[in-house]
């Protein structure tokens, strides 16, 4: 099993201090965020959670998979959730190039583009895949007015050796307000966001917490 961290080390963050792991704030809100879609029933299950406990997210969206299921993406915006970039093809951007990792990312602004039936869309937000990413490829997209959006809250769904429980453990031992929570709408960690989505939207709700958008 590959290494990560489940809750962001300090040190980390403060090493990559440009990249925004959390944010900080007084009025106890956190941020789910959904890597990798939009994928088929996936996407659309997970909508329906959100909506159940009143909850918005964001969604850093592949942008093949924008092409592919571009009525899904829209349902994403359309129930007032914010969307981001998350390459075209899911990039490993320790084994790419900078000129063609940007490149990827702007194929995925086109997707966006094309296919968002709101008028104009360009986040400015983005999330790196496996969160790997080169110095001189987070420059570039900075200088392209781009964030770059990492995270406190690691669920580790899509790990098949990490159970549902454990998942469901990893949000409700570690987050704080101003955690930025990663979950995936894909098929490969569906087995543990079926469990640990509706649980974990429960129990901020119970705690008092929020949900707020990226953008």
């Known amino acids: 099993m590959s290494f990560y961290w489940i ?4 040190i980390v963050k403060k090493i990559f201090s440009k990249y925004i792991w959390d944010v900080p704030n007084n009025e106890k809100k956190v941020y789910l965020t959904f ?3 939009p994928t088929p029933e996936i996407t659309e299950w997970t909508l329906s959670q959100l909506e159940k406990f009143e909850a ?3 969604f850093f969206c592949i942008g093949d998979n924008i092409n592919k299921f571009p009525e899904i993406f829209n349902s994403v915006l359309s129930k007032g959730h914010s969307v981001g970039n998350h390459t075209f093809n899911h990039l490993k951007g320790w084994e790419t190039s900078a000129k063609e990792y940007v490149e990827n990312v702007l194929l995925c602004q086109e997707a966006i583009s094309k296919h968002s039936k709101i008028e104009n869309l360009k986040p400015e937000i983005f999330r790196p895949p496996y969160g790997r990413i080169k110095c001189r490829q987070a420059k570039e997209l900075r200088n392209l007015a781009y964030k770059i959006i990492m995270w406190d809250i690691l669920t ?15 949000v409700l031992k570690n987050v704080t307000t101003g955690s930025i929570i990663v979950f995936h709408d894909s098929k490969k960690a569906f087995r543990n966001l079926e469990y ?5 939207l429960e129990f ?10 990226l953008e």
């Open 204 to 213: 901020l709700k119970e705690k008092g917490f929020s949900f707020a958008i």
């Open 56 to 58: 918005k997210a964001t």
């Open 35 to 37: 890597d990798d879609g």
């Open 7 to 10: 809750k962001t080390n300090f």
């Open 156 to 170: 580790a769904d899509f790990d098949a050796d990490v159970t549902p429980e454990k998942c469901l453990q990893n």
């Open 196 to 200: 640990a989505l509706p649980k974990t």
